[in-house]
């Protein structure tokens, strides 16, 4: 009963490294996405998947790479790491479809820090 | 597009006083779906109800109820008696279902609710 399993919890990057946040999930859900959350500003959606194979962007995508070869992971990768993506960010899915929505279930966050 | 706003950015009260958290959204559809999270300081997200757009009942479980009024596009949360384990960061969030198969949940910027001892 692992969930969403996001790794690393904390990471330090310096300006311009690159590096993938991993989330995985063992519910067989459809639906994954990636969260990022900032102090007064909420959880804003980076990039969301319905399927392997499919991603689409959310509200604030820039800087940020995703893709889906199978069900079960959904990798958020930062190419060039800027000061502006320090965060905490959320993976979470869901079972969905066309006409239902559940609720999302979230993995335990990484705390992103870039100098 | 989709909108959720909570327009209360933090709240206070004393134990065992009465708090509602508001929310209000936008969407173009009329399938969509309205849930709320608690975030306790822990940094773990909770999801706590969740209310399609055809199920106007409103709902009560245990302290908590939520009133949904699609006229005013609201999805209310009240906290009865509050508690100092109530103390949490609460988000509102939406998600539309869509025939085209593509859908996304979009969160409010969330109420930090402090309930004092």
Not at chain 1, 19 to 27: E, I
Not at chain 1, 56 to 78: A, I, M
Not at chain 2, 44 to 60: G, K, P, T
Not at chain 2, 86 to 114: H, P, Q
Request: aromatic fraction near 14%.
């Amino acid at each position: 009963n692992a969930g969403v399993t996001q790794t690393p919890k904390f990471q330090v990057l310096k300006t311009g490294q690159s590096m993938t946040l991993q989330c995985a999930q063992d519910m067989n859900h459809e639906y994954m996405s990636w969260y990022r959350q900032d102090p007064g500003m909420g959880l804003r959606l980076i990039h969301y998947s319905v399927g392997a194979g499919i991603t689409d962007q959310g509200e604030v995508p820039n800087g940020y790479n995703v893709s889906r070869s199978t069900t079960e992971d959904f990798p958020l990768r930062l190419l060039s790491a800027a000061p502006s993506q320090t965060s905490v960010y959320f993976c979470a899915s869901s079972y969905s479809d066309s006409f239902y929505n559940s609720p999302l279930h979230f993995g335990n966050g990484t705390r992103l820090t870039v100098t | 597009a989709q909108k959720v706003t909570q327009a209360q950015t933090e709240i206070s009260v004393v134990e065992k006083e009465d708090v509602t958290l508001d929310c209000v959204y936008e969407t173009r559809d009329t399938t969509y779906y309205l849930f709320w999270y608690k975030q306790p300081p822990s940094g773990e997200l909770v999801f706590l109800i969740r209310r399609n757009s055809f199920d106007e009942q409103n709902e009560i479980s245990g302290r908590y109820s939520w009133n949904f009024q699609k006229s005013t596009s609201s999805f209310n949360f009240t906290i009865t008696a509050s508690q100092v384990v109530d103390s949490a960061v609460y988000f509102c969030a939406l998600s539309e279902a869509s025939t085209s198969g593509t859908y996304k949940y979009i969160f409010g910027t969330g109420t930090r609710l402090k309930v004092l001892a």
